[in-house]
């Protein structure tokens, strides 16, 4: 089992930046590909980012690619999302999500995060 809190989410200008955290428990959480999703009002829950679970691959979202950043550090049970220029279209719910299995190497698809583990989401709100 895997738990998951995210934090760091809040209002921010247009072309600020923000870092979300996303605290796992459980003593295997490096065993498995983590994921940001987020989801706007009256849209889909879409992957943001992912990282393999040995973090050394990663996978963005076009519409993020070059502003965001996600990084983990399996020492401290934590993965990060780096979110710098930010558009007031990147305003959304932003959840984390565990792989559903451990050591999956498909963590660019978002079914792999479906049946996983998920944090209650935080919300980012961007201002223009």
């Known amino acids: 089992q895997v738990q998951l809190v995210e934090s760091g989410g809040g209002l921010v200008l247009a072309g600020g930046s923000l870092r979300l955290s996303c605290a796992a428990s459980?003593?295997?959480?490096?065993?498995?590909?983590m994921a940001w999703f987020r989801q706007a009002p009256g849209k889909e829950r879409d992957v943001v980012t992912a990282?393999?679970?040995?973090?050394?691959?990663?996978y963005y979202a076009d519409s993020v690619k070059g502003r965001f950043t996600i990084s983990r550090d399996n020492a401290k049970n934590t993965v990060y999302l780096q979110m710098n220029s930010l558009k007031p279209e990147d305003t959304a719910v932003y959840y984390c999500?565990?792989?559903?299995?451990?050591?999956?190497?498909?963590?660019?698809?978002?079914?792999?995060?479906?049946?996983?583990?998920w944090g209650k989401g935080t919300q980012v709100t961007v201002s223009s």
């Open positions: 459980g003593r295997t959480f490096s065993s498995y590909a």
């Open positions: 999500a565990a792989a559903a299995g451990k050591y999956s190497d498909s963590y660019y698809r978002q079914s792999t995060y479906e049946n996983g583990y």
């Open positions: 990282i393999s679970w040995t973090g050394g691959r990663t």
